[in-house]
C-alpha cells in the first residue's frame, strides 16, 4: 500500500521514522511519500522526502503571522504533491496548523485520513476536537489520559503506549562510555548540566541567551548545550561566543545519560529528559505577544508533558517573567544528586515511566493501522 505522511518538526521526524519502520514489517510492500526529515529519509529513501521540516517550522503567533504567505504556499504544494502520488491513506503526525488542513483536504478527496499523534487539544484550542471528528478517519493517541478525554468527546481513539520510549530505547543501546562521550566532545571532569535551548531558531533566541547567563553564574558545573544539526552553528555562535559554554550536535540523549541534571526548554524534551533520569527544571520564554495569547487561551495548569501526565508538580516550571537565574540556579542546586529535591524527583520519574509504559509502541501502533487499512480493501 501507498502511505504518506506529514511531520512538520524534528519530533515528527523522530516518530515518523519509527512508525514507518514498523508499517515496513507489517506490510513488505510499503510505499512512502512524506514531509518529514532525515530520520524519515534514512528509511523511505531521500527522493521520496517531498520537503524538510527545516523549511516548514514557524514557532508563536508573530512567526506564524510573518510567514502566512509561505505557509500557503507549503500548503498548496503539499496538496499536488498528494495528489500525484495518489496514497492508500494519509497519516498527520501533530503538527496541528498544517495538519488539520490537509487532513480537511484529503477527506473532501476521499483519502483516507489518520491522525498519529494528536495535537493537544485538551491544552487549548478545544474547538479543534470537531475537526478531528469530521475530516479524520481513526485518531492514534500517546498519552493514557486522552482515551477518556476523546471518548467524552464521541471519539474512539487507539492508544498503544507513548512511542517515545522506542527512542530512548534503541538509542541508549547505542550510546558509548561516559569517558568516551566526554572525550569525544572536549568535555572535562565537572558535573555536566544539559541545557535544551528547543529545535527552533525563535526558541533558540529567546531561551539560550538566558542558559548562557545561568550557565556563568554556576561554575561548579560544566553546562552543555544539546545543539541539532537543521540550525545553523552561526545561531549558537551568536550566544556562545565567549563563554566557554560547549555544544554537542545531535546527541541529546547521550548528554542527557550523563548530566547530573538539565535545564529544558518546554516540549516533548521534558518527558525525554524525565525517561533518561534526568534531574530536570524547565525553563521557557517567548515573544511578550505570544506568551499574552497563550496565557489567554491554554486551559492546563502546566506546560511540561511530565507535569501535565502525573497531574501533579513534578518538574518546576519557569515561565516567561519567572525565569530567572535566580530561580534556575536555586532549582538546580535542589535537584541534583544531594540536593533537597532530588530523591522525590527520582521517586516521581519511577511512577512516570509506570504511567508511559515500555518500548515497542511504533511497531504496535504500525500494525493497528495497517490492519485497519486492510480490512477496508
Same mark, same amino acid.
Given at each position: 500500500?501507498? &502511505?504518506?505522511?506529514?511531520?512538520?518538526?524534528?519530533?515528527?521526524?523522530?516518530?515518523?521514522?519509527?512508525?514507518?519502520?514498523?508499517?515496513?514489517?507489517? !506490510?513488505?510492500?510499503?510505499?512512502?511519500?512524506? %514531509?518529514?526529515?532525515?530520520?524519515?529519509?534514512?528509511?523511505?529513501?531521500?527522493?521520496?522526502?517531498?520537503?524538510?521540516?527545516?523549511? #516548514?517550522?514557524?514557532?508563536?503567533?508573530?512567526? /506564524?503571522?510573518?510567514?502566512? @504567505? #509561505?505557509?500557503?504556499?507549503?500548503?498548496?504544494?503539499?496538496?499536488?504533491?498528494?495528489?500525484?502520488?495518489?496514497? !492508500?491513506?494519509?497519516?498527520?503526525?501533530?503538527?496541528?496548523?498544517?495538519?488539520?488542513?490537509?487532513?480537511? &483536504?484529503?477527506?473532501?478527496?476521499?483519502? *483516507?485520513?489518520?491522525?498519529?499523534?494528536?495535537?493537544?487539544?485538551?491544552?487549548?484550542?478545544?474547538?479543534?476536537?470537531?475537526?478531528?471528528?469530521? %475530516?479524520?478517519?481513526?485518531?492514534?493517541?500517546?498519552?493514557?489520559?486522552?482515551?477518556?478525554?476523546?471518548?467524552?468527546?464521541?471519539?474512539?481513539?487507539?492508544?498503544?503506549?507513548?512511542?517515545?520510549?522506542?527512542?530512548?530505547?534503541?538509542?541508549?543501546?547505542?550510546?558509548?562510555?561516559?569517558?568516551?562521550?566526554?572525550?569525544?566532545?572536549?568535555?572535562?571532569?565537572?558535573?555536566?548540566?544539559?541545557?535544551?535551548?528547543?529545535?527552533? *531558531?525563535?526558541?533558540?533566541?529567546?531561551?539560550?541567551?538566558?542558559?548562557?547567563?545561568?550557565?556563568?553564574?554556576?561554575?561548579?558545573?560544566?553546562?552543555?548545550?544539546?545543539?541539532?544539526? %537543521?540550525?545553523?552553528?552561526?545561531? &549558537?555562535?551568536?550566544?556562545?561566543?565567549?563563554?566557554?559554554?560547549?555544544?554537542? #550536535?545531535?546527541?541529546?540523549?547521550?548528554?542527557?545519560? &550523563?548530566?547530573?541534571?538539565? /535545564?529544558?526548554?518546554?516540549?516533548?524534551?521534558?518527558?525525554?529528559?524525565?525517561?533518561?533520569?534526568?534531574?530536570?527544571? +524547565?525553563?521557557?520564554?517567548?515573544?511578550?505577544?505570544?506568551?499574552? +495569547?497563550?496565557?489567554?487561551?491554554?486551559?492546563?495548569? %502546566?506546560?511540561?508533558?511530565?507535569?501535565?501526565?502525573?497531574? @501533579?508538580?513534578? +518538574?518546576?516550571?519557569?515561565?516567561?517573567?519567572?525565569?530567572?537565574?535566580?530561580?534556575?540556579?536555586?532549582?538546580? #542546586?535542589?535537584?541534583?544528586?544531594?540536593?533537597? *529535591?532530588?530523591?522525590?524527583?527520582?521517586?516521581?520519574?519511577?511512577?512516570?515511566?509506570?504511567? +508511559?509504559?515500555?518500548?515497542?509502541?511504533?511497531?504496535?501502533?504500525?500494525?493497528?493501522?495497517? !490492519?485497519?487499512? *486492510?480490512?477496508?480493501?
Amino acid at each position: 500500500m501507498r &502511505y504518506y505522511l506529514i511531520a512538520g518538526e524534528a519530533s515528527g521526524d523522530l516518530h515518523g521514522s519509527n512508525l514507518m519502520k514498523g508499517i515496513q514489517k507489517a !506490510d513488505p510492500e510499503a510505499q512512502f511519500r512524506f %514531509w518529514g526529515g532525515d530520520r524519515m529519509a534514512e528509511v523511505g529513501g531521500k527522493d521520496n522526502l517531498a520537503k524538510h521540516y527545516r523549511q #516548514t517550522s514557524f514557532f508563536g503567533v508573530s512567526d /506564524v503571522l510573518k510567514h502566512l @504567505r #509561505t505557509i500557503f504556499n507549503q500548503l498548496g504544494e503539499c496538496q499536488r504533491d498528494v495528489d500525484a502520488f495518489g496514497p !492508500d491513506v494519509l497519516i498527520l503526525i501533530d503538527y496541528p496548523g498544517f495538519n488539520f488542513k490537509m487532513a480537511k &483536504y484529503a477527506h473532501q478527496k476521499g483519502i *483516507k485520513t489518520f491522525y498519529y499523534i494528536s495535537p493537544k487539544v485538551w491544552a487549548w484550542k478545544e474547538h479543534r476536537v470537531e475537526r478531528i471528528r469530521r %475530516w479524520v478517519d481513526k485518531l492514534f493517541i500517546i498519552f493514557p489520559f486522552e482515551i477518556e478525554y476523546f471518548r467524552g468527546k464521541g471519539i474512539e481513539a487507539i492508544y498503544e503506549g507513548n512511542p517515545i520510549m522506542d527512542s530512548i530505547t534503541q538509542t541508549l543501546a547505542e550510546v558509548e562510555s561516559e569517558e568516551q562521550f566526554r572525550r569525544a566532545n572536549g568535555l572535562g571532569n565537572k558535573p555536566l548540566v544539559a541545557l535544551l535551548a528547543g529545535s527552533r *531558531k525563535n526558541e533558540i533566541k529567546k531561551n539560550l541567551p538566558f542558559m548562557v547567563a545561568l550557565a556563568q553564574s554556576m561554575p561548579q558545573w560544566e553546562f552543555v548545550v544539546a545543539g541539532v544539526s %537543521w540550525l545553523d552553528d552561526e545561531l &549558537y555562535d551568536k550566544y556562545l561566543k565567549g563563554s566557554g559554554i560547549k555544544r554537542v #550536535t545531535d546527541q541529546t540523549y547521550g548528554l542527557l545519560r &550523563y548530566s547530573a541534571a538539565a /535545564v529544558v526548554c518546554s516540549g516533548t524534551a521534558t518527558l525525554e529528559t524525565a525517561l533518561i533520569g534526568t534531574p530536570e527544571v +524547565v525553563c521557557y520564554r517567548m515573544d511578550e505577544f505570544s506568551y499574552r +495569547v497563550a496565557r489567554a487561551f491554554v486551559k492546563i495548569k %502546566w506546560i511540561s508533558l511530565v507535569n501535565i501526565i502525573m497531574q @501533579r508538580t513534578v +518538574v518546576r516550571e519557569l515561565i516567561q517573567h519567572d525565569m530567572t537565574v535566580e530561580n534556575a540556579s536555586q532549582e538546580l #542546586t535542589a535537584i541534583v544528586e544531594g540536593g533537597a *529535591k532530588h530523591q522525590q524527583m527520582k521517586a516521581d520519574y519511577a511512577a512516570l515511566a509506570e504511567v +508511559v509504559g515500555g518500548a515497542g509502541v511504533s511497531d504496535r501502533f504500525a500494525r493497528r493501522m495497517v !490492519d485497519l487499512l *486492510k480490512k477496508t480493501e
